[in-house]
């Protein structure tokens, strides 16, 4: 069973950075494509970011572009999400999930971590 345990939300302030960790267990980790969501108060949950097994491919959410970046480091099973320039549109809570094929659908989900961006 795929188990995957958010870390590093909290409150920042506008313009201030945040990373976020997903530790992954109970999987050969860099066969798994993750990506990161989040859904704000009264929305749907969006895509944000997502990266290959390997690392070599990512992509992201055009409102994130060019302020996040997607990492991971399989040999501590974790993918990351470094988020700079934060704005409070931001805010939300932030899930990674975890999917074994290269087109289907995601699979595994953390409990997520909130992230709120103050002005």
């Known amino acids: 069973q795929v188990q995957l345990v958010e870390s590093g939300g909290g409150l920042v302030q506008i313009r201030g950075s945040l990373r976020l960790s997903c530790a992954a267990s109970g999987c050969t980790f860099s066969r798994y494509f993750m990506g990161w969501f989040r859904q704000a108060p009264g929305k749907e949950r969006e895509f944000v970011a997502a990266?290959?097994?390997?690392?070599?491919?990512?992509n992201y959410a055009d409102s994130v572009k060019g302020r996040f970046t997607i990492s991971r480091d399989n040999a501590k099973n974790t993918v990351y999400l470094q988020m700079n320039s934060l704005k409070p549109e931001d805010t939300a809570f932030y899930y990674c999930?975890?999917?074994?094929?290269?087109?289907?659908?995601?699979?595994?989900w953390g409990q997520g971590t909130q992230v709120t961006v103050s002005s």
């Open positions: 999930a975890a999917r074994s094929q290269v087109a289907g659908p995601y699979e595994y």
């Open positions: 990266i290959s097994g390997s690392g070599l491919t990512t």
